[in-house]
């Protein structure tokens, strides 16, 4: 079992639309985790951190449920400029004082008009 | 200002060629990765240096070797090309990742995109 999921899309959704990306991952011992958004061709850009209690900036809500091990993010109506891949990302410790993250292979979104 | 730059953007070069990709970060970050996105976009973490010390050291060929000057550049460089090593190689730097917690973003420079042929 791949150590963070996600499907894959793609997504096409309209100008305007709702969009929900879910993710699994499968260290319980995992502590910290965020979206990343990667635009074609260039570098992955830190989106949002995803806190316990949920947390939203503008259209951008994430959500993570440590019980089932997932995190959610969902993109209100959406713009072209939402266009990209999001990609999930959690950050393991792997006993001592390593941290790493961990990628998952990212949702892609393409927002028509 | 680029926070996170790498050189050189593109390499094509032939199988069996040794070639280095040099990284430099002006954030004050403690802590440099380098990732391998392969062509099914997926993104994984090869090495991680935290002020000079290597810090994660994935199963990663010995023909990858970074090598830390000092705890703004990070470079790699690899030895015997194989077609296999083809793909988009990311730096990445962040404060400190052995903090408790891990919170803290990494930030990514444009990334290398490597081609053997």
């Known amino acids: 079992r791949k150590e963070v999921e996600q499907d894959p899309g793609p997504f096409n959704v309209p100008e305007g639309a709702t969009v929900a990306f879910n993710c699994t991952y499968s260290?319980?011992?995992?502590?910290?985790f965020f979206w990343y958004r990667q635009d074609c061709r260039k570098e992955p850009k830190l989106l949002m951190s995803v806190y316990s209690s949920g947390n939203e900036d503008g259209r951008f809500t994430a959500q993570l449920n440590r019980a089932s091990q997932y995190i959610s993010l969902l993109i209100r109506d959406s713009k072209l400029s939402d266009s990209a891949t999001y990609l999930c990302v959690v950050n393991m410790n792997y006993g001592g004082a390593t941290n790493k993250l961990i990628f998952g292979t990212g949702t892609l979104l393409a927002v028509q008009p | 200002d680029t926070a996170v730059s790498q050189t050189p953007k593109y390499l094509v070069t032939q199988m069996g060629n040794d070639k280095s990709i040099k990284c430099e970060q002006n954030?004050?970050?403690?802590?440099m990765y380098w990732y391998k996105q392969d062509s099914k976009k997926f993104l994984k973490i090869m090495f991680s240096?935290?002020?000079?010390?290597?810090?994660i050291n994935e199963t990663v060929p010995n023909r990858f070797s970074p090598k830390s000057p000092d705890k703004a550049h990070l470079n790699l460089h690899i030895n015997s090309l194989e077609l296999g090593d083809s793909a988009v190689y990311f730096c990445a730097s962040s404060q400190d990742l052995r903090l408790a917690g891990g919170q803290e973003t990494q930030y990514f420079g444009p990334g290398t995109r490597l081609l053997v042929l």
């Open positions: 260290n319980s011992a995992s502590q910290s």
């Open positions: 240096y935290n002020n000079k010390e290597l810090i």
């Open positions: 954030l004050g970050h403690d802590t």
